[in-house]
């Protein structure tokens, strides 16, 4: 029993450890974890996941080529046109565009891209930009969770086919797409009166008698698109659309043999393979563009996270699945919705969706909860804007010059802790209802 207080206390010292240092360090104290667990205490490692890992590569170079390409810039201008022609309604418009083209390309680094724009037009006129900004964070979170492309997707198809769920990216999505829109609406209209207007907030009128309210950058100083944005942006989206219109039809996937259907982990590499290269091929991006794209940094970054605490978590659970089964199943069986608790704060500290879904859902799994359920709870994983160490929060405060965003004095009372639990706990209850119903 000792022993095994002590290992919890390793890989939960691990994950302590890689919060500290953030982005790859996650991984490499995961990696550290899993040494002291195999070394000191004996416990024979598993398999590293090796199919996670490919599925979030392929997608994040598909992404990179098409970001290289210009593919991205091409949707953040269409977002800001659509953003700009409706400023009266940007509390209500933004977090849907957001989700949107988040969703699309299976980043939610389009929100930092988007979120100089969201701070104009707010300002513009006279609304609040903590509204705006902090609801289309949210949603841009929200969209991972129920983007064919995302990673933590990738990372919960390649676990289903793992378990001998052969599930298409339909029996996902059906689920995941209208709850994360159910919650992006309730947390824009919750977001729409919160704070006070700039009228009657102190803060903003500091600044604005400091004159430390500056003016953005007109339009006309922003470099033009490349040649071959649109196509790029096209060819990526369609690429995804086959992706998911093949993984409905088994018939689409099966090999000449006549053999068992390809996998949907197999097939979503394959096909962002194949768009990567038409990309490549008829837009002709730099790659030395696509190595160094912000997309393929954050790809790598989460492939890297995956990879140490991952294996480290699947080591741990796989040790101990007769006692995870034996001392708290009975109760989860009865009350499954307790899990969420567990995947929300496993993000909250992990800072990753896709991180937190690899090495908290084999759990899921070993404690005998069905599948459907666990796709229900899913949504939890979006805890990570919780604490105000996220990128979307940091970068979003530094983009508001009016200081309506921020981080209170007490840390926790930050701008995004009100839209992430609005949004999340909606989320997570309308899917745990709609996996009732579909699956």
């Known amino acids: 029993m000792l022993s095994t207080i002590l290992q919890i206390v390793v890989v939960f010292g691990a994950i302590a450890m890689g919060a500290r240092y953030g982005g790859i360090g996650l991984g490499i104290w995961g990696g550290i974890g899993l040494f002291l667990l195999v070394f000191v205490f004996g416990l024979r490692p598993t398999s590293a996941p090796v199919d996670v890992l490919l599925i979030m590569i392929a997608v ?77 964070g949210v949603a841009a979170q929200q969209a991972l969770v129920a983007s064919p492309v995302a990673a933590c997707t990738a990372a919960l198809i390649g676990l289903y086919a793992k378990n001998g769920y052969d599930w298409t990216i339909l029996d996902i999505l059906k689920v995941t797409i209208p709850s994360t829109l159910v919650a992006v609406l309730v947390v824009s209209l919750v977001m729409m009166h919160y704070g006070k207007d700039l009228k009657d907030d102190p803060e903003y009128q500091a600044r604005l008698k400091a004159g430390l309210i500056r003016k953005m950058a007109p339009k006309s100083e922003r470099p033009p698109l490349q040649p071959h944005a649109k196509l ?5 989206v369609l690429s995804v659309v086959a992706v ?15 053999g068992k259907p390809i996998g949907m982990g197999t097939l979503l590499q394959i096909g962002m393979f194949v768009g990567a290269g038409l990309i490549l091929t008829f837009c002709k991006p730099q790659l030395r563009n696509a190595i160094t794209s912000p997309i393929m940094r954050a790809g790598m970054t989460a492939v890297i996270c995956v990879f140490g605490l991952a294996w480290m978590s699947d080591t741990f659970i796989t040790a101990h699945k007769a006692l995870w ?44 909860l069905p599948a459907n359920t666990l796709l229900g709870l899913y949504p939890a994983v979006n805890g990570t804007s919780f604490l105000p160490t996220s990128g979307v929060v940091v970068s979003t405060v530094a983009f508001d010059q009016s200081g309506t965003t921020h981080i209170g004095k007490y840390v926790i009372n930050h701008s995004f802790l009100v839209p992430c639990v609005t949004a999340t706990t909606t989320c997570v209850i309308v899917a745990y209802f709609l996996q009732s119903i579909f699956l």
């Open 325 to 368: 089964i034996g001392s708290i199943s009975d109760v989860l069986k009865s009350y499954p919705w307790l899990f969420a608790f567990v995947l929300f704060f496993g993000s909250m500290l992990l800072n990753s969706q896709a991180a937190t879904v690899r090495s908290l859902i084999p759990l899921g799994f070993a404690l005998g």
């Open 244 to 258: 998911v219109i093949t993984g409905l039809f088994p018939s689409l996937r099966t090999p000449a043999d006549g």
């Open 232 to 236: 790029a942006a096209a060819l990526f």
């Open 60 to 136: 994040a170079t598909a992404a990179s080529v098409m970001d290289a390409a210009g593919g991205v810039d091409y949707m953040v201008r269409i977002a800001e046109r659509i953003i700009r022609a409706n400023p009266n309604r940007i509390v209500l418009v933004a977090p849907f565009v957001t989700w949107f083209f988040a969703f699309l390309a299976g980043t939610a680094n389009i929100a930092q891209s988007l979120m100089p724009v969201i701070y104009e037009v707010s300002h513009g006129v006279g609304i609040r930009p903590e509204r705006a900004m902090t609801a289309s």
